[in-house]
Every structure is written in C-alpha cells, then in structure tokens.
C-alpha cells in the first residue's frame, strides 16, 4: 500500500475497545511489538500448566499490579502478526466491565516497565489515538481506506440496512470495483504513452472510438456508484423530517407522539419553542431524524423566537420532508374565506420547499374534525395531502408515519440490496471528481485533442480513484478520516 511514505510507528499502544458505560465484559486492546512481553508482565494464569500463550487461543487468569495484588479475573488472547487485525501482534484482555474497574487494568498496562524481560529501549506503552488501531491495519496492508471507513460506519450504523452497507464495504467490495474501474483507466494511460512514444506506431493508439467507449464506460459505473450513495443516504444518515407550522399547533405534541415519549415541552403558552429541537428515532424501520421547529408568527419582538424561526426556515430547507402542522381547532373555527386566507398563509412558510417535499396535517382532529368537504378544500389551497391526526390521542399517526416513510424512501422501499456498494459521502466528492475528469476527457475525445493532452485527464482521473482506496495518502488525509474513530478502534 502507497502511502507517500506513511508508515505504522514501531511503539505499541492500548485502550478500552468496548463502548463507555456499564457492561459484563469490558475489553483492553494492546498492539505493538511489546504486546506479549506485556501480558507476561501483567497476567497471572489461574491453571498450573500454562506454558505460555498459544496464539488466538483464550487463557483464564489475573491481572495484577507492580506489586502483585489482583486487579481483576480476566480471559487473556495473544494474536501474533502479521495475522492480526492490525498486522502487528495484539493482545486483549477481556474482563468485568465496570468502568472504573477497566480504567484500573488499563492504567496497570500504561504503568508496567517491560524493558526488563522485553530487553527494548522504551519498554512501556502508551494509549492510543483515535483510530489508530484501524489506522496501523491500513498501514500495514490489512485492509485498504475505503475498509478502514467502513469499520467507523459499522459502529455508528443507526440500523439494520445502514449496516449491511458498512459490511458490504468491509469485504473490500468498493475497494474491489474501484481498483477494477482504475484498472480500465490505466490501461488507457498506457495506451497513450504508448501513442507518445511511437507516434510512427499508429496501432499502439486505441482508435477514438474505442478509447471514449472504455472511458464512457467508467464513466457509467462511477454514475452508478454515486446513484448508489444517494439512496444509502437516508438509511446511513437518517432522513431529516422538519415539523414547521404556527405558533400553538401542535408541533412539540405530534414530536413526542412520533417518538413515544415526552422529549419536546408542551404548554399553553404560544412560542414554548424557541429553538429547533432534533431527536433520533425508526418510523417503520425508517431511521429519522425528527426536527421540531419554532412556531411562526409575524411581528415577533423577541430576538430569541426571531432566531429560532431563522434556524427553523434553515432546516425546512435541509429536511427530505417538511411537515406542516395545522391548528384544525383555530381553522375550523374561521369563515370559509377566512380559512382559505389562513391556508394561504401557512402556504407561505414552505416557499422553496419542493411539492414532493411536504405534506400537512390538520392537528387537533379529535377536537375540530375535518370534514370530506373541509379537507377538500385545504388539499386544493395547499397543493398537498392534508391528513386528519391528533397528537393527544394519537388519531392518524399510524397513517402519516406510512405516508411518511413511504415518501421519504420513494422507490427504494425495502431498503439497500444484500451486498449494495454504497460510498459514504468522502468517497462520493472525489467519485464525483474522477467523474468530471472523465466527462472532459470524452469532451477532449470528440475534439480530437492530441492523445499526451488527454492523458492528463485520465492521469487526474486515476489519482482520485486512488483516493477511494488509499493509494497516495496523506497524512492529512488519514488524520481527517481517522479523527472521528472512537479511541479503541
């Protein structure tokens, strides 16, 4: 693996790998050429005919202090490398999972002085960095970038479908059809050298109409990858739904009906909200993010409520779908022009948001029913479906989450394929970059420009497709990538 001279650093590290808080079993992961020698400092085994550690196999013991006392009762497992998760050896001590407990054991590996039995300069370990675990898998050749991403997204997967997606990178199948899809570019670069080189040779040059073909080629599966992104991007991310409406409608009531639990405060009083509220949660295996906006209203006095509407409109905006919350109490109480005005107002707020973006709610149904006639009307003033529902009682909810759901997936709406190749959001940008070189090239193809100017395109091209993977990397790319790892992976 090219990486401009990047390499693995030659100390060992350690952190708690399992997740914070309270568990069973809580795990210390120790990587670097002193793992072993350290587990023979540290652990004591419990059976009286242990020889030593037997690779990837579990031995029962204790870990004790500098000065022998028990920390705790643990399983320990040596994995040598290079056949390890990050090449190098690794050790792992599994154990209670207490927090404070953990943070003993650890503190008794950073503090053990190996040099001792290990006979190297330097014999203690240190803690890791973000990361930095996958990062030295990557370093020493375990797995390419586009891996190493896929383990961050695997843990932070919301759901079962986001899931897959990370496992299906995992297996290196992006990184896979990324280096075929290089592969095919590459061969047109050496085509052209060859073309440079022996201009007399007019046979070493594909003909043009080849050469676009494979170009154009790439060029589709690449159109197909970042299509792919798209619809992964509401099961990786979560889709953003906004609930915007008046003041008083009901909008903090229908946030905690959609999520089960009071999480948005409720009161008489209009404008309770006056900032946008966003919460997390599945609506039909759906995973969502809920914002719950501040109410509009003009002529507002407060700077405060005038911001919050700001950074409401702002998330309307961002929102796969817009939910507008009618007070169907309020409407139902105004003349038939009246209401026909209010509608129109209420309209007002979604300006830019794309009819197939929104749909209404006439809230408060169970105290202002909304007549065939009435809702009629409202669906005709708005443009939208407009659905009965009651917040309180939880008349229609079952309805608009169907509804919701199914706009939001639109024609995926079983979720991704078994195995789908689905980029995450940095390998879609330089995706789209590789792309655009490719859709120059195909330009410069047409115009006849010379084949060395071509190949500038298809050397730009190749560069960003080895971005996907990792060829090349900086150290600024990784620590971008690896910034948002958790510490013990």
């Not at 050397?459 to 080895?466: F, K, N």
Request: proline residues 5%; charged residues 25%.
């Amino acid at each position: 693996m090219n990486t401009s001279g990047i390499s693995a650093r030659p100390d060992t590290i350690a952190a708690v790998a399992t997740a914070p808080g309270a568990g069973g079993v809580g795990v210390i992961r120790i990587s670097g050429p002193l793992a072993k020698h350290l587990l023979e400092r540290i652990f004591r085994p419990s059976s009286p005919r242990f020889a030593g550690f037997v690779p990837r196999k579990m031995h029962h013991g204790h870990i004790v202090d500098d000065r022998g006392g028990t920390l705790d009762d643990v399983l320990t497992v040596f994995f040598p490398g290079p056949h390890s998760f990050t090449g190098e050896d690794v050790a792992e001590i599994h154990g209670h999972g207490g927090p404070a407990l953990l943070h003993t054991v650890l503190d008794a590996v950073l503090d053990a002085d190996i040099s001792a039995t290990s006979g190297a300069e330097g014999g203690r370990v240190r803690m890791a960095e973000r990361g930095e675990f996958t990062r030295r898998a990557f370093l020493n050749g375990r797995m390419d970038i586009s891996q190493a991403e896929a383990v961050a997204e695997l843990i932070a997967s919301p759901g079962a479908e986001s899931a897959r997606l990370a496992s299906a990178k995992l297996e290196g199948l992006l990184g896979k059809r990324v280096s075929e899809l290089r592969d095919r570019l590459e061969y047109l670069r050496q085509r052209v050298c060859l073309a440079v080189d022996f201009p007399e040779e007019e046979s070493e040059c594909l003909p043009p109409a080849e050469f676009a073909a494979v170009a154009g080629e790439v060029a589709d599966a690449l159109r197909g990858l970042l299509a792919a992104y798209e619809r992964a991007r509401i099961w990786r991310e979560g889709a953003l739904v906004a609930l915007v409406g008046q003041v008083n409608a009901g909008k903090s009531s229908l946030m905690n009906a959609l999520l089960g639990r009071p999480r948005a405060i409720v009161t008489e009083c209009p404008g309770t909200t006056r900032d946008y509220l966003e919460e997390e949660c599945r609506i039909l295996g759906l995973p969502v993010r809920l914002v719950d906006t501040a109410g509009l209203r003009e002529g507002s006095e407060d700077p405060i409520e005038r911001e919050g509407m700001r950074r409401g409109r702002e998330k309307m905006q961002e929102a796969g779908l817009v939910i507008l919350v009618l007070d169907g109490e309020r409407l139902a109480a105004l003349s038939e022009r009246e209401c026909d005005l209010a509608l129109r107002a209420e309209l007002e707020a979604l300006d830019g948001v794309d009819c197939s973006r929104r749909v209404a709610v006439w809230n408060k149904a169970d105290l202002a029913p909304l007549s065939p006639e009435l809702r009629n009307r409202a669906e005709q003033t708005l443009g939208m479906i407009c659905l009965p529902l009651s917040a309180r009682t939880g008349h229609g909810l079952e309805e608009l989450c169907s509804l919701l759901a199914g706009k939001v997936r639109g024609g995926n709406a079983s979720g991704p394929d078994e195995g789908e190749i689905a980029p995450n959001r940095r390998q879609a940008r330089v995706l789209e970059q590789a792309l655009s070189e490719l859709t120059e090239l195909k330009r410069e193809i047409a115009a006849h420009i010379p084949p060395d100017l071509c190949g500038l395109r298809l050397d730009t091209a190749c560069v960003h497709l080895g971005e996907v993977i990792g060829l090349n990397s900086t150290e600024e790319t990784l620590n971008a990538i690896f910034a948002d790892f958790c510490i013990g992976k």
